[in-house]
């Protein structure tokens, strides 16, 4: 059976470019706040097409001869819960905008009644703007209703899934209201590129093409980076987290294009300083591994799971890795061409992260040499400080480590204040200190700390 239908409106990469350099200015004006109803109705159309193309979804090797038959009704309950979003937030825009016509409109209809034209106005369906928006939210809500009559069955064959996303796509491709959100979603999240790239990117040897595929690689990361930002409210406000996965799923296909792009227009640039060459090869190799550990690993049988804490730290450790590598993608690009640019301008959270894995950093380590020195000395001593240390650390920068690793942390806290004699210790220390060299390892890795590298610093006293 052919599954490769399309499901997101090819939107060329010139008119992307032409809305940016016209409309930047004006979007970069208008809160996210003041848009974000039709952004992320507009974000999940698009989510929900790419959910429905099994290429996206995250997968190990060893599952991937089995797409066709597995079970897809975690997957459908995951969609369905989309489409009432969708139906929601289409409603939302319907009420707002009918708002807003009546406080605008009823003068014009005054006078189109003063004139006797109110009722041909109203025969031509001037009354009925929003009619597009209605017909997309009865549209989705069939394709709802059909979606929970096949999870009734218990089980959603692939065939199932496939013709249901055949149907859906064909459904928003007939819907003007689908179309326009979507275009605007695509333009509207690439124009929160920060003003200081846009100004980068326009100074690049302008009789060239370079200076307009940076701009095209600024805005798509700038897109990507923005996709994510509904993933970060979910997780802070403690919303379901495996409705997050289309959204993964749309964040995946779009960064697929933008290595795409790279490997075939960016990198092929005629007369390409071997420099710059160098600085796009490896942004590229250094996404494509990131985007494996996400889609290979991280949310790999996230459908599946039923207990929040897993689910949280998954989603969290995905959403960390995509986030960091984006933004290091952006900065190490920008600083080919301005190494003096100051990163705080560009992300306003860089800073804050850098900060919080610097002092992580920094603690763990001291942590590690603490645990070092009670294993080899085996006295009350060592012991006293190093519980003195944990107990700082528990209440400071315990925090900046990834969810799924304060359990793990916690756990060591409390065997090590338990155990009573060095018989007890001792071997507590010395799985401890395995897993806090692990865990410093790993944060060294961290894509904000690629420019800091670490001293390793004696510990005092």
């Known amino acids: 059976m052919d599954t490769s239908f399309p499901l997101t409106e090819e939107v060329p990469r010139e008119d992307t470019l032409q809305a940016l350099r016209t409309t930047h200015a004006r979007e970069q004006r208008v809160g996210y706040?003041?848009?974000?109803?039709?952004?992320?109705?507009?974000?999940w159309l698009q989510a929900l097409r790419g959910f429905f193309r099994a290429r996206n979804h995250p997968l190990a090797e060893a599952d991937q001869s089995s797409v066709l038959t597995r079970d897809w009704a975690h997957e459908l309950r995951i969609a369905r819960q989309t489409m009432l979003r969708i139906s929601?937030?289409?409603?939302?825009?319907?009420?707002?905008?009918?708002?807003?016509?009546?406080?605008?409109?009823?003068?014009?209809?005054?006078?189109?009644?003063?004139?006797g034209l109110l009722d041909a106005a109203q025969s031509a369906g001037l009354e009925q703007p929003t009619r597009p928006l209605v017909d997309l939210a009865e549209a989705v809500s069939d394709i709802c209703v059909l979606s929970e009559s096949?999870?009734?069955?218990?089980?959603?064959?692939?065939?199932?899934?496939?013709?249901?996303?055949k149907i859906l796509h064909r459904e928003l491709d007939r819907s003007e209201?689908?179309?326009?959100?979507?275009?605007?979603?695509?333009?509207d999240a690439a124009a929160k590129l920060p003003a200081p790239l846009l100004s980068l990117a326009q100074a690049v040897d302008p009789a060239s093409a370079l200076g307009s595929d940076i701009l095209i690689i600024f805005s798509d990361l700038a897109r990507l980076l923005e996709r994510l930002r509904l993933v970060e409210t979910s997780l802070r406000r403690d919303r379901p987290l495996k409705q997050m996965l289309p959204v993964f799923c749309l964040v995946y296909e779009e960064a697929r294009g933008l290595l795409d792009f790279i490997e075939t227009r960016a990198l092929r640039t005629d007369d390409l300083a071997s420099d710059i060459f160098d600085a796009l090869d490896g942004m590229n190799y250094a996404l494509t591994m990131e985007l494996r550990k996400v889609f290979s690993h991280e949310l790999v049988g996230l459908s599946s799971l039923r207990q929040s804490p897993p689910i949280y730290a998954r989603v969290e450790n995905a959403h960390g890795l995509l986030r960091d590598s984006f933004q290091?993608?952006?900065?190490?690009?920008?600083?080919?061409?301005?190494?003096?640019?100051?990163?705080?301008?560009?992300?306003?959270?860089?800073?804050?992260?850098?900060?919080?894995?610097?002092?992580?950093?920094?603690?763990?380590w001291t942590l590690l040499q603490l645990v070092?020195?009670?294993?080899?000395?085996?006295?009350?001593q060592p012991i006293s400080r190093l519980l003195e240390r944990l107990i700082s650390f528990r209440e400071g920068s315990l925090r900046y480590l990834m969810y799924k690793d304060w359990e793990a942390c916690e756990r060591?806290?409390?065997?090590?204040?338990?155990?009573?004699?060095?018989?007890?210790?001792?071997?507590?220390?010395?799985?401890?200190?395995?897993?806090?060299?692990?865990?410093?390892?790993?944060?060294?890795?961290?894509?904000?700390?690629?420019?800091?590298?670490?001293?390793?610093?004696?510990?005092?006293?």
């Open 33 to 43: 706040e003041a848009s974000e109803p039709r952004y992320e109705l507009g974000m």
């Open 328 to 364: 290091q993608s952006v900065v190490g690009l920008a600083q080919m061409f301005n190494p003096t640019l100051d990163v705080a301008r560009l992300f306003s959270t860089f800073q804050t992260k850098l900060d919080q894995s610097l002092l992580l950093r920094d603690d763990l």
């Open 177 to 187: 209201a689908a179309r326009a959100l979507e275009r605007a979603s695509h333009h």
């Open 88 to 115: 929601q937030l289409t409603l939302r825009v319907v009420y707002l905008e009918d708002a807003k016509r009546t406080a605008a409109g009823r003068a014009g209809e005054s006078l189109l009644d003063d004139l």
């Open 412 to 461: 060591f806290m409390e065997e090590v204040a338990a155990a009573r004699g060095a018989v007890e210790v001792t071997p507590v220390l010395h799985r401890f200190s395995a897993y806090l060299e692990t865990l410093l390892g790993q944060v060294n890795m961290r894509a904000v700390l690629a420019e800091h590298p670490f001293e390793y610093p004696p510990l005092d006293g």
């Open 150 to 165: 096949l999870l009734e069955a218990g089980s959603v064959s692939f065939y199932a899934w496939a013709t249901i996303g």
């Open 372 to 380: 070092r020195r009670a294993e080899k000395e085996r006295d009350r």
